[in-house]
């Protein structure tokens, strides 16, 4: 149909301006796009020549390689730089992110497969930019936010003792990210709006050890990668240490709340679990808080653990509404009449944990020992258990307890190989009546089947 002619010139002129629109739009996309591929490119020069200089030498220095030996410890770089029966540092261990499967890589000395050809700068470049060899834009999983407040010093502490050690060949897979993920450079994106580029600043008001305590938290030890909830880009925005979902576990609230958080821990509390994982009457360590613990903070000195105790404990209380988690239960009053009863009259999840559970942590629930690390722990009185969140305790009796600590190893087999997501869910919502948090949902076996994919 021929267009009216009095429409069309506006027409035309409008077609005009949209493409001029689109190209103005096409350009300033470009200039930004140019301008972040600058910023990161400037990122990639980054070298505090200096400070490096001033450090020149020491990488043979016994005492130099022993502080870095115990910083890597601090910042638990095996506990991510190692796979199941791996090599330490040797990488590999795969890394699910929003935007797809990273490995991470070898950080032995080994010239080919590790960073046995880094120099100084490069090294130091990775640790405060997150940018690696060849101008490599470096995922925040690895946490170079957290790493990114260690001083020069400390940092080529670290790589002179990565250096003192075998080399490793070993070759890890390949990130297997998604479009747009897959464009490092556009990390720098992210870094723009959430890497805090700064060393560690002593806060004058402050004691030493509380200064120690912070340095220890926020700058190596990383706990709000954990402890602090992400935004859709995986940045830690949310309450700091309030709490936050990983890899199917819950990593409670640490912040000194009593409603939710651990503030009715004493110190000398925080300091056991750091240091062995177990604190009777409170918690012991399952998920991904057993790596933190038998790679990391049981290395740490009493000191240390103390300085990070009393630096939590200044941290701004969030509070989760919910009574201490270790605050509930008692050891189960019914197992006498459970005992004479018929098999039949006995609720499934009674039957399983008199089949499965007693004979470590008796009918009562009451344990065996004094609770202390290799004793077998009453099951009321601690987190797991008495969390309104019931995936720990779901993902500890199907995954079993393996932590070794500077005494002993502690060992609780898994069940998920022996009990389906039925009795899973009837054995959890057992444990939870006796001994947990009344206020706590149900598991169904639903719950249990997402848990089981979540490996
Ligand atoms: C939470 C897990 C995690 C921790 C803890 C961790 N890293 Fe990594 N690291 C990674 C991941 C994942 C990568 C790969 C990132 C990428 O490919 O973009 C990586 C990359 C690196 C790289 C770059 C290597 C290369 O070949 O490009 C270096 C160097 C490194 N880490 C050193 C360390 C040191 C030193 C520590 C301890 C102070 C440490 N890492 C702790 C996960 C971690
Ligand atoms: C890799 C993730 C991860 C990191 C890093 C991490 N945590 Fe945890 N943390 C967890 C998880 C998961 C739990 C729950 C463990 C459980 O269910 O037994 C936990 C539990 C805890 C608890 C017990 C809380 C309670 O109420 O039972 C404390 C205390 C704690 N972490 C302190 C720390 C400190 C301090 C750091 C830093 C040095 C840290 N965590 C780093 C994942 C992590
Ligand atoms: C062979 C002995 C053994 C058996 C059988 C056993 N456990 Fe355990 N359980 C342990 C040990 C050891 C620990 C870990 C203590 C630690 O982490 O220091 C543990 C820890 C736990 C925890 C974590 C407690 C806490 O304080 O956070 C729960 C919950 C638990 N067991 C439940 C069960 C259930 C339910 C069963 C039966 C399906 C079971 N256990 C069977 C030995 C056992």
Redesign the pocket.
């Known amino acids: 149909m021929p267009v009216p002619h009095t429409l069309a010139p506006t027409t035309r002129a409008q077609g005009g301006a949209v493409v001029s629109v689109l190209v103005a739009l096409f350009l300033i996309g470009l200039l930004v796009l140019a301008g972040i591929y600058l910023l990161h490119w400037l990122d990639t020069r980054y070298a505090p020549e200096e400070a490096i200089a001033e450090h020149a030498g020491r990488a043979d220095d016994p005492e130099f390689i022993a502080r870095g030996e115990y910083l890597a410890r601090a910042g638990d770089c095996i506990g991510c730089h190692i796979t199941e029966g791996g090599e330490p540092y040797a990488g590999g261990t795969p890394f699910d992110t929003p935007f797809g499967t990273l490995y991470s890589p070898n950080i032995t000395p080994d010239p080919e497969t590790g960073i046995g050809d880094w120099s100084d700068a490069d090294f130091v470049r990775a640790m405060h930019k997150g940018v690696g060899k060849e101008g490599k834009r470096l995922y925040p999983a690895f946490p170079y936010p957290s790493y990114t407040k260690l001083s020069v010093e400390d940092t080529l502490a670290i790589k002179a003792y990565l250096f003192s050690l075998e080399p490793v060949r070993s070759e890890v897979p390949d990130n297997q990210l998604r479009f747009p993920f897959n464009m490092r450079f556009a990390v720098k994106v992210w870094n723009l709006l959430y890497l805090d580029e700064e060393r560690f600043q002593p806060d004058p008001q402050q004691s030493e050890s509380w200064n120690r305590g912070a340095f220890l938290v926020e700058a190596l030890g990383h706990c709000g990668d954990c402890h602090t909830s992400r935004n859709l880009l995986a940045a830690t925005t949310g309450d700091k240490f309030a709490g936050a979902d990983i890899e199917g576990w819950r990593a409670f609230n640490i912040t000194p709340s009593t409603h939710g958080g651990i503030g009715d821990w004493s110190a000398e509390e925080l300091v056991q679990y750091l240091r062995s994982?177990?604190a009777p009457g409170r918690?012991?360590?399952?998920g991904p808080m057993v790596d933190v613990i038998q790679y990391s903070t049981r290395f740490l000195t009493d000191a240390d653990l103390a300085a990070m105790a009393e630096y939590l404990a200044s941290i701004p209380p969030v509070d989760t509404s919910e009574r201490p988690r270790s605050a509930w239960g008692e050891p189960a009053q019914d197992v006498v009449a459970l005992r004479g009863a018929p098999a039949e009259d006995k609720p499934l999840g009674a039957r399983?944990?008199v089949a499965?559970?007693a004979?470590?942590?008796d009918w009562t629930g009451g344990g065996v020992g004094d609770g202390r690390?290799g004793t077998?722990?009453r099951?009321f009185e601690?987190?797991?258990?008495g969390s309104r969140q019931t995936a720990n305790?779901v993902r500890?009796?199907m995954h079993g307890?393996h932590?070794q600590t500077n005494e002993v190893e502690?060992?609780?087999?898994g069940?998920a190989g022996m009990l389906d997501n039925e009795e899973v869910a009837a054995?959890s919502n057992y444990?939870i009546e006796q001994f947990g948090n009344p206020t706590a949902e149900p598991v169904t076996a639903e719950t249990v089947a997402s848990l089981r994919d979540e490996e």
Do not use: E, K, W
């Open positions: 994982g177990i918690a012991t360590a399952q399983l944990y499965n559970c004979s470590c942590h690390a077998y722990p099951l601690n987190s797991d258990v305790l500890t009796i307890v932590r502690v060992f609780m087999p069940f054995l444990v």
